[in-house]
Every structure is written in C-alpha cells, then in structure tokens.
C-alpha cells in the first residue's frame, strides 16, 4: 500500500475532499508573469504588478464565486498580494470558501538528450518553499509538466516527466500542501485520438509507478489530466461523447479510486468545448469526482469584457460567474447549454 504516514496525512485527506466536492471545481489563476503578460497584451494592457493585481482582484472577487469554485491556484505574487483595495487576497478567498493554491514548479527547460523536449524545474528547494507557502495559507500545489505527442514522446522524456512529478507529490505532501499531478499531454499535433490514448496510458502507468514508489498517499492527491482529444491539427474531430469515452477508459485502467478528484485542464479548448466535455464525462456515475481546473476556459471572455476598465468589473466577474456555473452543472452532469 503507498500510503505515507506524515504529519499531514489526515489533513490532506480532507483538503483533497473539500476541493473535490459536488458541484465545484478549480479556477486555475496561476499564470506566471510571462504568460500572464500575454494575456493582458491580448486586451492591451502593460503587464504590470498593479495590471496583474488588478485583474486577479477581480476574479477573486467574484460574488458568490464559491459556489461554484473550491480551489484557485495562485502565482507565488498573487499568495502574497492584496487586492486593489488592501485585503490579502487569501483573505478574500477564505471569505468565499475557496481553498488557495500555489502553483510551485519553476516552469519548462529544454530536456537535454530529448527530441527537443522539455522537463520541468523546480525540486531544489521545494520542500522549504513549500512550507513557506503553508505558513501564508496556501493547502495545494499544482506541478505542470508536458509531454509532447509530435516530439516522440521519447521513453527519456515519459520517464523524466513521471518522476519529477512523484517527487513533487511527497514533498508536497511532507509540508501539507495536496499535489494536484499535472502531466499536460499538449494538444499540438495532426495526430488522432487513438494516438493521445495510446501515450496517455503510457504517461499516466509511469506517473502512477513512481507516485507509488515515492509512498504518495494517493487519498490525498488530486490529478490534472488532459482529455483525451484529437491533436489540434487533426482533421477529424471528435464529438463530446467520444472525448467522455475515450478519457473515461483511460482512467478506469490507469487511476485507482483512492484518488479523490480528476480536475481536468482546458489546454486551448473553447469555453463551451471544455464545459460540453466535462458535462459528457459525468452522464454516469463515477468511482471519483470529474471535474474542472480550468485557465483560460473560465477566464477568457472574463478578460475579454474587462478590457482593464474599471467600469466593465461587474460585468466581467459576470462572465467569469456564467463560466462557473455551467461548468458547475457539467460538473453534476447536468448542463443543458
Ligand atoms: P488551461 O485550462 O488554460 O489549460 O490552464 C490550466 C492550467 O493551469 C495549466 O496548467
């Protein structure tokens, strides 16, 4: 049994089951400055402290955001920021019932010896890191790391993504922060849906292996997995149905019900693509709770109508709600568009 009998377990245990709770899911806010630059060169805006602190101010303060959202991945800034008008931004989502996160891995590399492919940094100094974030409120982490179907994936770069990713988790663990594990498969690539799945099951049967091996509480974990889908570039799409059909049999054969939640990404999808796939996922029961952690198909339209004016908040954090409650209803499998 991989259980690990740390100091947290029983703690993390129940923050894993908060964030997994019916009817909620993640709002991924964890941009870095650079990609959260490009967001906001999108609506025109200089990526600035006070542009950045805008925006996410906005966002977590959203009314009635918690309904619909248990969890929000924070950028290190955001952890330590107050909103435009001074409160700590924990603050405010612990007032909305929402868990904060932080996202903690340093970002993608060139993975040396790889077929142009990349591995994630972050494990040095991690364990000190995160108990620095535990002290300023932070209950869960979030580690991205990518595999890339048109690069291989090569068995070097599988094997470097799992393992990082399983290190993460039990040092996440040691410091009381749940690890959401977060292998993106990228939906670059002409490739078809039969090819996602068959490196899916690949990536995701290492990544559990050395979750294993590291003693990861698997109750206490949540995953961040990509849907299995076409490759953007495929000229046959799939319908919502086959999306649902094809990740749901890659979780039966390669995640065990311990795991509490399945948070899945967005990757590029649109907003309604995401939701429709989602609520296609929870037309019947599963062993564990199916659920969103999206970026940009929450919050696209949101930075859209704001278009960082002060007039256009109410409107925008509209938006962002309108995203939250379908997902929410995809979440119950009830969403009717
Ligand atoms: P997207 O939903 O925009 O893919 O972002 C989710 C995320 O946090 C990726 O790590």
């Given amino acids: 049994l991989s259980i690990r009998a740390g100091a947290y377990s029983d703690e993390l245990v129940k923050t894993a089951k908060t964030i997994a709770s019916p009817g909620r899911g993640i709002l991924a806010m964890d941009e870095s400055n650079a990609t959260c630059g490009k967001r906001l060169a999108s609506i025109g805006l200089e990526n600035t402290e006070a542009n950045r602190q805008a925006f996410r101010t906005l966002l977590v303060s959203a009314p009635g955001l918690g309904n619909y959202i248990s ?197 590029g999808q649109s907003e309604v693509e995401a939701t429709l796939n989602l609520n296609a996922m929870n037309q019947s029961p599963n062993p564990w709770h199916v659920s969103f952690s999206y970026a940009r198909a929450l919050q696209n339209t949101c930075l859209k109508t704001w278009g960082g004016r002060p007039e256009n908040v109410a409107a925008a954090q509209e938006a962002l709600l309108a995203r939250a409650r379908a997902n929410s209803l995809a979440q119950l499998g009830k969403y009717t568009g």
């Fill in 71 to 267: 969890g929000a991945i924070l950028f290190e800034e955001t952890l330590y920021q107050a909103t435009v008008d001074g409160k700590k931004i924990v603050d405010v989502l612990a007032e909305q019932n929402i868990v904060p996160g932080i996202k903690t891995d340093k970002g993608l590399v060139p993975l040396a010896g790889s077929n142009d492919e990349s591995w994630c940094q972050g494990l040095d100094g991690l364990a000190s890191r995160s108990a620095a974030y535990y002290q300023q409120g932070a209950r869960f982490a979030k580690w991205r790391t990518v595999v890339s179907i048109p690069n291989g994936p090569s068995a070097l770069a599988v094997k470097e993504a799992a393992w990082g990713l399983a290190r993460y988790a039990a040092i996440s663990q040691d410091n009381g922060l749940v690890p959401i594990v977060e292998p993106e498969i990228l939906l670059d690539g002409e490739h078809g849906i039969d090819r996602t799945f068959e490196v899916a099951q690949a990536v995701w049967a290492e990544v559990f292996f050395y979750l294993a091996q590291n003693k990861v509480l698997f109750e206490g974990i949540l995953l961040k997995p990509s849907m299995v889908t076409p490759g953007a570039e495929c000229k046959d799409r799939a319908t919502p149905n086959q999306v649902a059909k094809y990740t749901l049999d890659l979780l039966r054969r390669r995640v065990p019900p311990a795991v509490p939640g399945i948070m899945f990404l967005s990757g």
